[in-house]
């Protein structure tokens, strides 16, 4: 048996307050973190409120967070975080409004997962009575269906903590898995690139890695994002602040072997889109009067005729 030191924030409903409580409970050596909030449960404070079920890594209820990072308490040995006794600090998962104690409300996750119509849209009738769709072509896929919804992309997204209109990385990962499958029309594809290349889409993803890292079954949500953008540029869909972004970002460093800053960013708005243009001023005269204008005189870097043939290279592969 071990020592296990918690420190876990708890919210009461009825106050609407929150706070922090600490327990220590005698555990098995090999025990989960999941194993000891359930036994200061059961033998020390009935009214800590948690939410599990399969206690395998499969079922995705247990997702909170644990020293900051969101992880699946049951999956979380505490000999692995906690080797030396050291204290573990429980939190409910971000993103979400608290229910009780370690408890989230799921509501807007399960809403943004139907946002992005998580079925297959295929052929109706199916041809020669089935949808065959080859092994090969559905490898890809696999990855993403490994996704078990357990919220822990989403309570760590970056950009969901400033904008709540993201759809987030656990649906957009959910929507690749129905782009990326030979059984889906062409019309419904299309629909789907279209649909993410808008305002809290594919484009609205910092790129903060967080997905990657506390997806307890390797889903990499953020890969899946950029081969969402990747495929929906391919598709034509190039008419939205991201994709300008991405076009400009690389037209620069192709032609000066560097970044043009100031070009990226009025070309990222469109340079004939005036009123975006304006809007953009204040920013231009703060970043003006803290020192931080990028030079206006952009210059190739020496060198950079073979970023250019790199650049050629891969357009030509
Ligand atoms: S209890 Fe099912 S995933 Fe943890």
Same mark, same amino acid.
């Given at each position: +048996?071990?020592?296990?030191?918690?420190?876990?924030?708890?919210?009461? #409903?009825?106050?609407?307050?929150?706070?922090?409580?600490?327990?220590?409970?005698?555990?098995?050596?090999?025990?989960?973190?999941?194993?000891?909030?359930?036994?200061?449960?059961?033998?020390?404070?009935?009214? %800590?409120?948690?939410?599990?079920?399969?206690?395998?890594?499969?079922?995705?209820?247990?997702?909170?967070?644990?020293?900051?990072?969101?992880?699946?308490?049951?999956?979380?040995? &505490?000999?692995? $975080?906690?080797?030396?006794?050291? @204290?573990?600090?429980?939190?409910?998962?971000?993103?979400?409004?608290?229910?009780?104690? &370690?408890?989230?409300?799921?509501?807007?996750?399960?809403?943004?997962?139907?946002?992005?119509?998580?079925? &297959?849209?295929?052929?109706? #009738?199916? #041809?020669?009575?089935?949808? $065959?769709?080859?092994?090969?072509?559905? +490898?890809? %896929?696999? *990855?993403? +269906?490994?996704?078990?919804?357990?919220?822990?992309?989403?309570?760590?997204?970056?950009?969901?903590?400033?904008?709540?209109?993201?759809?987030?990385?656990?649906?957009?990962?959910?929507?690749?898995?129905?782009? *990326?499958?030979?059984?889906? @029309?062409?019309?419904?594809?299309?629909?789907?690139?279209?649909?993410?290349?808008?305002?809290?889409?594919?484009?609205?993803?910092?790129?903060?890695?967080?997905?990657?890292?506390?997806?307890?079954?390797?889903?990499? #949500? +953020?890969?899946?994002?950029?081969?969402?953008?990747?495929?929906?540029?391919?598709?034509?869909?190039?008419?939205?602040?991201?994709?300008?972004?991405?076009?400009?970002?690389?037209?620069?460093?192709?032609?000066?072997?560097?970044?043009?800053?100031?070009?990226?960013?009025?070309?990222?708005? *469109?340079?004939?889109?005036?009123?975006?243009?304006?809007?953009?001023?204040?920013? *231009?005269?703060?970043?003006?009067?803290?020192?931080?204008?990028?030079?206006?005189?952009?210059?190739?870097?020496?060198?950079?005729?073979?970023?250019?043939?790199?650049?050629?290279?891969?357009?030509?592969?």
């Amino acid at each position: +048996m071990t020592t296990v030191n918690l420190k876990v924030k708890r919210y009461d #409903p009825e106050t609407k307050e929150s706070r922090y409580q600490e327990y220590s409970i005698d555990v098995d050596e090999n025990a989960a973190l999941l194993d000891a909030i359930i036994a200061v449960r059961e033998y020390q404070d009935p009214t %800590l409120a948690v939410r599990c079920s399969c206690r395998s890594a499969i079922c995705g209820s247990c997702g909170m967070r644990v020293n900051g990072h969101a992880r699946l308490a049951c999956k979380t040995k &505490l000999a692995e $975080i906690a080797p030396n006794g050291e @204290t573990v600090t429980v939190e409910p998962m971000g993103n979400m409004k608290p229910i009780k104690d &370690l408890v989230t409300d799921m509501t807007a996750f399960w809403d943004k997962v139907k946002q992005i119509q998580p079925w &297959l849209r295929a052929q109706q #009738p199916p #041809p020669d009575h089935e949808h $065959i769709a080859k092994p090969d072509a559905m +490898m890809d %896929l696999a *990855g993403t +269906m490994n996704c078990i919804m357990c919220g822990c992309c989403v309570s760590d997204c970056a950009s969901l903590e400033v904008d709540q209109n993201f759809i987030g990385p656990a649906a957009l990962a959910k929507a690749y898995r129905f782009v *990326g499958d030979p059984r889906e @029309t062409e019309q419904a594809r299309d629909d789907r690139l279209k649909e993410l290349s808008k305002y809290g889409g594919v484009w609205d993803c910092t790129h903060c890695f967080e997905c990657v890292q506390v997806c307890p079954k390797d889903v990499a #949500p +953020m890969d899946r994002i950029l081969d969402l953008r990747r495929t929906a540029m391919e598709a034509g869909y190039q008419d939205n602040y991201g994709a300008k972004h991405s076009n400009s970002f690389a037209k620069s460093v192709k032609n000066s072997g560097w970044l043009n800053e100031a070009r990226v960013a009025v070309e990222s708005f *469109g340079v004939d889109d005036v009123s975006a243009q304006l809007k953009m001023l204040p920013t *231009g005269v703060r970043a003006l009067l803290r020192g931080k204008m990028p030079p206006l005189l952009h210059h190739k870097r020496p060198g950079s005729e073979h970023v250019k043939r790199i650049f050629q290279e891969m357009e030509n592969d």
